[in-house]
């Protein structure tokens, strides 16, 4: 951060009047320098960990937020600390081009200025930029009191151990704003591929006789995997079922027009959240299956007559950084077809 | 539900499948090849948006195997991507690459090329659509396509088979024709696809969202308030190691005939009814269709061609044109050009336009430049104020993407002074996203078979029907060709173009 501002005790009044003379000062000095007007994204996190969510912060490559406002609370604290700083993307301006600012502040809040958090964070917005908020550690009040504020909140539903109460409060929370999910875009390249592999018009006819999917998943990622099979509900026109606990984890079965579709979740151990594989068979005896492998994902097709190809598709890894720096551009972008899963999901989930 | 044509899997998402393809570029060598196609495709793969089932078969003179090609493709990935490659994706990349080398007139040559095509067909045990990148020297574009069909690997029962033709399409009006002749006996329309490459920048794709998008400049988009339009290519950098393309080719065919005239089809056309390919395509050729070509007479009047001698660019002294390693001495080529051009049709008719491109000069920028007319009455006529200028609306490709707006505003203090002030937007500021490469689009795109962004036989013929009067009148010596330093904005001869009141926009 080039210019820093910081007060104990202050208000939101100051905070902001801080801002607007860096950005001015900052301009006056440094012609070339612009401020970035994309998002403000409001951060509200448990002061202990907030190292943990300012590092992801720094990982999230070009997709930085305009202003970032992280509120950190602090048991017990009554009194409002903040901190705001101006820095550039770039090390060293290059001439003849624009250096693009982005304005951060940090302020320390107690439990007790949650339920009005909105008041606190109003002044600190830019007017006119879309508003995402993302509370990692909970702290669903917070959220609540920003409802009027955001236009978008940010969730990671697979952070909450309890899945069907996790989709449940994603559900309550998609009617008043746009839902960016992690878990969601962890399944993205799951999903492009599954499209891809379906994709030839003849093997399009294939989807109407799927008769099973098996879904491999980070222990701690149920919620990706459910989300998946939601999407593949509700775009191919299924009725799921509740899951059961199982040998391997949970399954059951979703209606299809021709068949039942039995659906099987399975936790495997990987490094990397989100899902590890995913297999699709058809009543013809055809299976299509994606996993994990360095460079992308191993594909592999079974014929019906039982041979079986495989082969790599290309992709990198984006990471975790690169999943958060997705989130905060999906923000400003519509996935009309995450509502639908999620209604499917919930079903799942019951 | 599900439908036997749609893939319902593919609505929402932002990457749409790309048809199994096999991808052949001719000239797999070259420089081209090297610094863009390679990289392009690198970063295709890095982000999981190539083809599931891909394979890549260069193709040039040189007798190599494929592993040297592999080395080679490696090389240039890890020099010239836009992206530090990560080495699983690039070596699952590099495994599929194949290399044949063949003259490119060797026809029984070619039956190798099919060998290995239905090789990879059988491989993957299906049969991939064949896309041919044309990326050698021009003379081999006929040569190429004719040995294609003669080889009958121009054609494919069950498989979309392309053509990509880089630019130049053509010396000329007449060898753009004879060309065109060539590549429509072997290959429809629908399969061709010509790249201007220009057309594939995220901020020139940004014209049409621009005008499209936004009803406020609608009103304004006419002879009744525009006043003129300058369309701006300025590079401060000489001709490097290109001296051989470059003295061939001219300021005039490097650019003004094909990315400039793009960029005043975007600006001038009509709003389509779709962005199908055809729609837009309508549309573009129409607005060429309006512009007459000029006589011999006109084009004295209405061009500007020179060339750079010595001076100081960026503070280093540059040589001139002339005495740049490889230019002929009694090099004739132009390296800057300046037309006026009018579209006579209802909505532009009386409208100047201008076009100047040129090497070695003052700065590197390409814009549009639209300058509406002065307001009817001047109330604001004070001492000590610069005045109500002329509103501006600037269009900046590259560097600094973005949409300026000068406007006229009250000096702050006690008196009515006015002075202009820019109103901007800039990319790099509202958006995070880093734009791909034009490259990347393009090749994408024809590999889906969306010719959106890519140039209809009408528009390269009608492109050259603008530019061939142009060129023969400059081969006689008419006007003559002019000198500038390099470094400085151009010749003062292309002040003279623009008539009476009206200046050049600074670079």
Redesign the interface.
């Known amino acids: 951060m080039d210019e820093v501002w910081s007060e104990r005790n202050t208000t939101p009044a100051k905070i902001e009047a801080a801002l607007r003379r860096i950005v001015t000062e900052h301009h006056h000095s440094d012609h070339p320098f ?6 403000n994204v409001v951060v509200v996190v448990d002061a202990d960990f907030r190292g943990e969510i300012e590092n992801r912060f720094e990982r999230v490559g ?3 937020p ?1 202003r970032l406002v992280l509120c950190a609370v602090e048991p017990g604290r009554d009194s409002i600390d903040a901190w705001a700083g101006i820095g550039t993307d770039d090390a060293e301006p290059v001439p ?3 250096a ?1 600012a982005r304005e951060r502040v940090e302020i320390e809040i107690g439990q007790r200025h949650l339920s009005k958090l909105d008041t606190i964070v109003d002044p600190l917005l830019v007017s006119d930029l879309a508003t995402m908020v993302w509370a990692p550690h909970g702290h669903d009040a917070a959220i609540d009191s920003l409802r009027r504020l955001a236009q978008i909140v940010l969730v990671d539903t697979q952070d909450e151990p309890d899945v069907d109460r996790s989709l449940a409060r994603v559900e309550d929370l998609s009617e008043h704003a746009y839902v960016v999910d992690l878990a969601w875009l962890r399944s ?2 799951w ?11 003849h093997l ?2 294939a ?2 006789g799927v008769s099973a999917v098996t879904v491999r998943h980070r222990e701690d990622s149920l919620a990706a995997a459910m989300l998946f099979c939601g999407w ?1 509900s509700s ?3 299924w009725k799921p079922g509740p899951l059961a606990r199982s040998d391997a984890g949970l399954s059951g079965h979703a209606r299809a ?1 021709r068949q039942e579709v039995r659906i099987r979740l399975e936790p495997t151990h990987q490094n990397a959240p989100g899902l590890a594989g995913v297999t699709i068979e058809t009543a013809s005896g055809e299976a299509v299956s994606l996993d994990r492998a ?3 994902l191993r ?1 592999a097709r079974r014929a019906r007559d039982g041979s079986e ?1 495989t ?6 890894s984006r990471g975790e950084g690169g999943i958060l720096g997705e989130g ?2 999906q923000a400003l ?1 519509r ?4 509502r639908p899963a999620l209604g499917c999901a919930r079903v799942l989930a019951r | 539900m599900v439908a036997t044509t749609e893939n319902p899997l593919v609505e929402g998402l932002e990457r749409l499948p790309v048809p199994a393809t096999s991808l052949v570029i001719f000239g797999a060598t070259g420089d081209l090849s090297r610094r863009k196609l390679l990289p392009a495709l690198y970063n295709l793969a890095h982000e999981g948006a190539l083809p599931e089932r891909f394979n890549l078969i260069g193709v040039s003179r040189r007798d190599q195997s494929d592993e040297q090609f592999r080395s080679m493709a490696r090389e240039a990935i890890n020099e010239f991507s836009r992206r530090t490659p990560d080495q699983q994706v690039l070596e699952g990349l590099v495994s599929r690459m194949r290399y044949l080398g063949i003259p490119f007139n060797d026809v029984p040559g070619y039956a190798k090329l099919g060998a290995a095509l239905e090789e990879a067909d059988e491989e993957t045990g299906q049969p991939l659509n064949r896309a041919y990148y044309l990326s050698t020297a021009p003379e081999f574009f006929p040569v190429i396509t004719e040995a294609l069909k003669d080889a009958g690997l121009h054609r494919h029962a069950h498989a979309d088979v392309r053509a990509v033709i880089e630019k130049p399409f053509g010396t000329d009006l007449a060898s753009a024709r004879s060309l065109q002749e060539v590549v429509h006996s072997v290959f429809r329309e629908r399969q061709v696809f010509r790249i201007d490459h220009y057309l594939g920048k995220e901020t020139v794709q940004n014209v049409m969202a621009f005008r499209f998008a936004n009803y406020m400049f609608e009103p304004v988009w006419n002879r009744n308030y525009i006043d003129q339009i300058q369309i701006t290519a300025a590079e401060d950098i000489g001709i490097g190691s290109r001296a051989g393309y470059y003295d061939a080719s001219g300021a005039l065919r490097d650019l003004v005939q094909n990315h400039m005239l793009q960029l005043l089809t975007l600006v001038c056309m009509e709003p389509p009814t779709t962005f199908e390919a055809n729609k837009v395509r309508d549309e573009k050729v129409k607005v060429l269709q309006a512009i007459e070509p000029p006589t011999p007479e006109q084009v004295a009047e209405m061009t500007v061609r020179a060339r750079y001698t010595h001076g100081v660019v960026g503070g280093h002294e540059v040589p001139g044109y002339l005495e740049e390693e490889g230019v002929p001495q009694d090099s004739q080529t132009e390296t800057y050009a300046a037309l006026r051009l009018e579209v006579h049709n209802w909505r532009w008719s009386g409208v100047p336009i201008f076009l100047r491109t040129g090497k070695r000069l003052a700065r590197k920028v390409t814009e549009i430049a639209v300058q509406l007319k002065p307001v009817p009455h001047m109330a604001f006529q004070s001492k000590g104020s610069v005045g109500v200028q002329p509103n501006q609306l600037i269009l900046t490709v590259q560097p600094n993407e973005g949409v300026s707006l000068s406007l006229g505003a009250k000096i702050p203090g006690a008196s009515m002074r006015i002075r202009p002030v820019n109103m901007e937007f800039l990319y790099g500021t509202s958006f995070m996203s880093q734009s791909p490469e034009a490259y990347e689009r393009l090749i994408l795109d024809a590999m889906r078979g969306d010719a959106t962004l890519f140039t209809r036989n009408d528009e390269v013929d009608a492109q050259w029907s603008i530019i061939d009067p142009i060129l023969q009148a400059w081969g006689e010596g008419r006007p003559p060709l002019a000198e500038y330093e390099a470094g400085l904005p151009g010749p003062p001869e292309a002040d003279a173009l623009l008539g009476a009141g009206r200046h050049w926009r600074a670079l």
Not at chain 1, 34 to 39: E, K, M
Not at chain 1, 194 to 201: L, S
């Open positions: 612009v401020p970035a007007r994309v998002l070009r997709y930085h305009s003849g081009h624009i693009v993205t390249p999903r492009e591929r599954v499209a891809a592999a379906f994709d030839p018009p399009r006819t989807l109407a593949l775009r191919l026109g027009r360095p460079g992308g594909a190809q082969w790599t598709v290309l992709g990198a905060v551009r972008l996935d009309p077809t995450y």
